[in-house]
């Protein structure tokens, strides 16, 4: 058992996910998991039946180290200003809070950095690395 959670490292990826969106717009929740016995690593994606992603993440959560990494987040641009990045970074958060994780942690290109900020996300000390951190 992970220290920060009732879960089991096979239960981990469901006990984060419950708080993801089941469909955003008309595109449905696909996600693929794996758990090295560190961190689980997690790709969740929002497709159309036409096999069309409306939106996609990625994420590496480390139980044993409390955090959250965003790997990558991505809304295809037709689907853009919908609202769904916000809606997936809400529920990344919602996540992180009901399993006790003290920060995320991102990189981000210049061009999204208004995104991240708008979010509540501040630079740290290389400014291309963002974070959030949470209170207990």
Do not use: H
Not at 22 to 46: C, D, P
Not at 51 to 62: C, G, H, N, P, R
Request: hydrophobic residues 30%; proline residues 3%.
């Amino acid at each position: 058992m992970s220290p920060l959670t009732s879960c089991s490292p096979d239960q981990l990826a469901t006990c984060f996910t419950n708080t993801f969106p089941r469909s955003l717009g008309k595109g449905r929740m696909q996600s693929e998991r794996t758990w090295n016995g560190e961190r689980l690593f997690l790709y969740i994606s929002w497709e159309l039946e036409k096999d069309e992603t409306v939106a996609s993440v990625k994420l590496q959560y480390y139980p044993y180290r409390n955090e959250v990494w965003i790997g990558a987040l991505s809304v295809q641009e037709r689907f853009r200003g919908n609202g769904f990045g916000k809606q997936i970074v809400q529920s990344i958060e919602q996540g992180a809070v009901q399993e006790q994780v003290e920060v995320i942690r991102l990189f981000t290109r210049r061009k999204a950095t208004g995104f991240w900020t708008n979010l509540g996300y501040r630079a740290e000390e290389d400014s291309r690395y963002l974070r959030k951190t949470f209170s207990s």
